[in-house]
């Protein structure tokens, strides 16, 4: 039972990872960086 909690709690905090990266990658956000202006070219 215990590894069942486990695997929901682990399997919703990729959920929100990937649903922010979603997020941020149509709003034109680099999943590297996130601020291209203070980049020198690392993607």
């Keep these: 039972m ?3 909690v ?3 709690i ?7 990872a990937i649903r922010s ?3 941020d990658k149509k709003a034109g956000k680099s ?3 996130g601020d291209c202006s203070r980049c020198n070219r690392c993607h």
């Design 2 to 4: 215990g590894t069942a």
């Design 6 to 8: 486990v695997l929901v």
């Design 10 to 16: 682990v399997a919703g905090a990729a959920a929100l």
């Design 21 to 23: 990266i979603i997020k």
């Design 31 to 33: 999943v590297q960086c």
